[in-house]
């Protein structure tokens, strides 16, 4: 999707409802800024806008948001650096955007704490398929339920509703965290190869993109995340989860 994309892909609707998702728009291009903010609003968001990091920072500093949507190669600090400098002090969900769309350039935005990646051109009802799961997955936990819970540990991980608590406190995933604790949750015991895990992940994620994935979820349920006792490798044939 370019910016003619988005202009063609809009539906005007009513103002959006107070509680509908607050979104941070960051891009140096004007128009497509405007373009994205005003589709995004279309469909039922709230929308900021910034024009680089430093505006962005500045807006962060004074207004909560539940998603920003992220350019990469912006002038001065990219969107990569960006995420990354934001990551220590702050898990507010981050869907980067960027016309670069190399596995190596997937793989470094999900590196720095990204939640999602979409590629430019893209088709404006993939951004908002990609913005709602994102939103669905960090959205604030459901009541609590009678369901299937599988201990990892001191976390409890309930597969229905997608959440992970240690001891009572929600655990935060990203998308791609949660899409593999699922997958491995429904796989208990048994050994997952990346060919595997990528089918299951709709066969667009990399090998590499996986490890990664592995790598950042090991630190959120592992007590030594290098040495790890529920998702380990099983050398030369992938990972299996051990739920007690």
């Not at 799961?133 to 960090?138: C, E, N």
């Not at 949750?185 to 590499?208: D, K, Q």
Request: aromatic share 4%; charged share 25%.
């Amino acid at each position: 999707m370019n910016a003619d994309g988005v202009a063609a892909g809009t539906a005007r609707r009513e103002t959006p409802p107070a509680e509908a998702p607050h979104i941070l728009v960051v891009d140096d291009d004007d128009r497509l800024r405007a373009l994205l903010g005003r589709y995004l609003r279309d469909h039922g968001y709230h929308v900021s806008t910034a024009s680089s990091a430093a505006e962005a920072r500045a807006t962060l500093d004074g207004m909560a948001f539940d998603l920003i949507v992220l350019d990469v190669m912006m002038p001065g600090e990219s969107g990569i650096e960006f995420t990354r400098g934001l990551r220590r002090s702050a898990m507010v969900p981050i869907l980067l955007l960027t016309a670069m769309g190399e596995p190596e350039d997937r793989i470094a935005g999900l590196e720095s704490g990204a939640d999602d990646y979409l590629t430019k051109p893209f088709e404006p009802r993939e951004l908002l398929l990609r913005v709602a799961t994102i939103l669905r997955r960090t959205a604030a936990p459901p009541p609590a339920t009678a369901t299937t819970c599988i201990k990892i540990g001191e976390f409890r991980y309930f597969p229905a509703r997608d959440q992970l608590l240690r001891g009572d406190e929600p655990v935060r995933l990203t998308t791609a965290e949660a899409d593999l604790l699922r997958i491995f949750a429904a796989n208990p015991g048994e050994t997952l190869s990346r060919h595997a895990l990528s089918e299951r992940l709709g066969g667009s994620t990399s090998r590499r993109a996986i490890d990664v994935q592995i790598a950042r979820l090991r630190r959120k349920i592992e007590p030594e995340p290098q040495n790890p006792r529920h998702l380990q490798t099983v050398w030369g044939r992938g990972y299996v989860l051990r739920a007690d």
